[in-house]
């Protein structure tokens, strides 16, 4: 008969055999399964279901510590892929083949996306890692290729145990394939010969362009060049063809050159839409915004040249999302208020969008990674070049049968104005009378223009010299002497030394209005030049009332500047009278001048007389 302590053995054997059967089916849920390649295995085999996972966040595992930490590596769920958006995680992929063939073998393992940065196989049968990825010069990849592809040879029966490294600043999308290398290198060819297809069409759609640019000199043309040249280059640099054929060692260059195109598209984009669409016509508040989007552009240009690419690449698929986006949406407005040819532009432009829709999404992880997402901007790129390329040929068309109108109108007009000039002959004589009376006229205001100060409105030189001789002559016949007033500002070099010269014309304007201000309406103001003012008076009451003008003339100039009352100037001031004789002007002048300076020399802000009028005028310098 069994015991209590018997049984408690039994049972303890029981929970330890279920403990291990639950362990056993733990590992056999997370065990990874191999890769077994035979003579029925096919050219080649997605990867996705064979491969391990391992995350380093650190960046600082090598290769023997991921060997002993082979236990971590996790297996892909159904239906889960490997775009794993940015990161900055190394991820570490693990891969078990084993050759059951009964002669060596060669494949081919590649990473279907050109434009990540490193990816680094570890072989153990290779004396070292075989390195590929953008950021390796191309000529030191283990195989010519624009793709990551590394070259593995099996012997019969060999097992392997392959470690992939990957890193990289831009999307880090996943792609593996193993390819037996006669069905790789026939694939390879035909994907190749697909890209010369499409980029000969680019450059053919491009200088069929330029041609029609240099023979009509539209801008909208050059704009349309510009734009499927930055396109095919950002193209080719996401599938390495840039890095393959254009910079092959400039490593840096190669892998910011995705940027700078895409950046520069959106510049030249935004141009072709406005120029096309007319957008500050029909629509100007959607022209404002693709300004926005241009300027923004400019911005991911600097950004991809100087500033970190893991930035950049993020904001290269965000900001060519949003580029034709915008350029969709206004391309729809203007189809609302039917602007011509924004059917057309609208259908190109919906169908890029899609193309770089699928690529943004897919970068962000938000898509998994298959044909139509990996080349669906390339896809949605060459329909739209051909679809604007149409729209442009109808531009084309619409130009020239706008040139046959313009020709048609230009017969009509011809014909009119064959009617009008006789209509015009009749009108001519009119027409000619006016304009000769307009030209009197012309003629009598530059002649008044010439005899005025330009500055001040005064009376300038030529003009005081003409009156003086006639004032001189009648006072000779009629024994009624001429009074001449010379007047010199005090202190106006240093207020033009000090302000410039723009305030020194304010103050001889200043004066100007109020020595005008002290005469007399009949009395004659002028300017001879600078800071010399001439007063002409005739019938004053000698000498009292040449004293009292000259007076009036010193307080009005000494009164502070209505523009500036903390500035004054003062001035000196000569008198000469004319004498009953015949007298030259210039004599006279020249008497009121040294009396001027004489009163200058008395300490300025005086008035002085000329020697020999003093007793003339019956009256003493004062």
Request: proline share 3%; hydrophobic share 50%.
């Amino acid at each position: 008969m069994m015991t209590w302590s018997g049984q408690g053995d039994i049972t303890g054997m029981l929970w330890r055999l279920l403990i291990l059967l639950l362990v056993g089916v733990v590992r056999v849920a997370n065990a990874q399964a191999i890769l077994v390649l035979d003579s029925h295995t096919p050219g080649h085999i997605e990867l996705r279901d064979y491969l391990g996972v391992l995350r380093d966040p650190s960046g600082a595992l090598d290769e023997r510590a991921i060997r002993l930490r082979t236990q971590e590596f996790h297996a892909l769920s159904q239906g889960s892929g490997l775009n794993l958006s940015y990161t900055r995680d190394v991820i570490w992929l693990r891969l078990m083949v084993r050759s059951a063939l009964d002669v060596p073998s060669e494949w081919r393992l590649e990473l279907d996306y050109a434009s990540l940065d490193h990816a680094d196989l570890y072989d153990p049968a290779a004396a070292g890692p075989q390195l590929a990825g953008d950021r390796v010069a191309f000529g030191a990849r283990p195989l010519p290729h624009r793709n990551p592809l590394f070259a593995l040879t099996l012997a019969p029966g060999e097992s392997r145990e392959l470690l992939l490294s990957i890193r990289s600043e831009g999307s880090l999308t996943l792609n593996p394939t193993l390819w037996r290398a006669a069905a790789f290198y026939s694939h390879s060819e035909n994907t190749y010969a697909l890209h010369a297809l499409y980029f000969g069409m680019l450059l053919a759609l491009a200088g069929y362009n330029l041609l029609l640019y240099l023979a009509l000199r539209d801008r909208l043309f050059l704009y349309y060049v510009l734009f499927v040249i930055s396109v095919g280059l950002g193209i080719a640099s996401i599938y390495g063809l840039a890095g393959q054929y254009l910079w092959p060692d400039a490593v840096d260059w190669s892998n910011r050159s995705l940027v700078v195109s895409f950046a520069i598209s959106g510049i030249v984009g935004p141009l072709f839409t406005q120029m096309f669409l007319g957008t500050a016509r029909y629509v100007p508040g959607w022209d404002r915004w693709l300004v926005v989007g241009i300027w923004s552009s400019v911005g991911m240009l600097a950004i991809g040249l100087w500033a970190s690419m893991r930035l950049g690449m993020r904001l290269m698929s965000l900001s060519t999302l949003l580029n034709c986006a915008l350029m969709l949406g206004c391309g729809i407005l203007c189809i609302w208020r039917r602007v011509p040819g924004a059917r057309l532009y609208v259908v190109a432009w919906a169908v890029l969008l899609l193309g770089g829709a699928l690529m943004a999404l897919r970068n962000f992880g938000l898509l998994p990674t298959h044909f139509v997402t990996l080349h669906g901007m390339q896809i949605g790129s060459v329909l739209e070049m051909l679809l604007l390329s149409f729209a442009l040929a109808n531009r084309f068309n619409q130009i020239k049968q706008e040139k046959a109108a313009a020709q048609a109108q230009a017969l009509v007009a011809q014909q009119a104005l064959v009617a009008s000039l006789q209509k015009q002959e009749r009108e001519l004589e009119r027409r000619v009378a006016e304009r000769t009376d307009a030209l009197e006229a012309a003629n009598r205001r530059l002649h008044e223009l010439a005899l005025r100060d330009p500055l001040t409105g005064l009376a300038n030189r030529a003009a005081l010299y003409a009156q003086l001789g006639e004032a001189l002559q009648t006072a000779h016949l009629r024994a009624e002497p001429v009074c001449l007033l010379m007047v010199d500002l005090d202190g106006f070099k240093a207020v033009n030394d000090q302000h410039g010269h723009g305030i020194g014309d304010r103050v001889l304007v200043q004066v100007a209005d109020r020595l005008r201000a002290s005469a007399r309406p009949t009395d004659l103001v002028a300017r001879l030049g600078g800071d010399e003012f001439v007063v002409m008076a005739q019938g004053l009451d000698l000498p009292a009332g040449a004293q009292d003008l000259a007076q009036r003339m010193l307080s009005a100039i000494a009164e502070p500047l209505n523009f500036d009352r903390s500035t004054c100037v003062g001035a000196s001031i000569g008198i000469a009278i004319s004498s009953f004789v015949a007298e030259d002007p210039d004599e006279l002048l020249r008497r009121a001048d040294a009396a001027m300076y004489s009163a200058k020399a008395s300490g300025r802000g005086a008035i002085r007389w000329a020697g020999e009028d003093t007793t003339r005028a019956g009256f003493a310098n004062v």
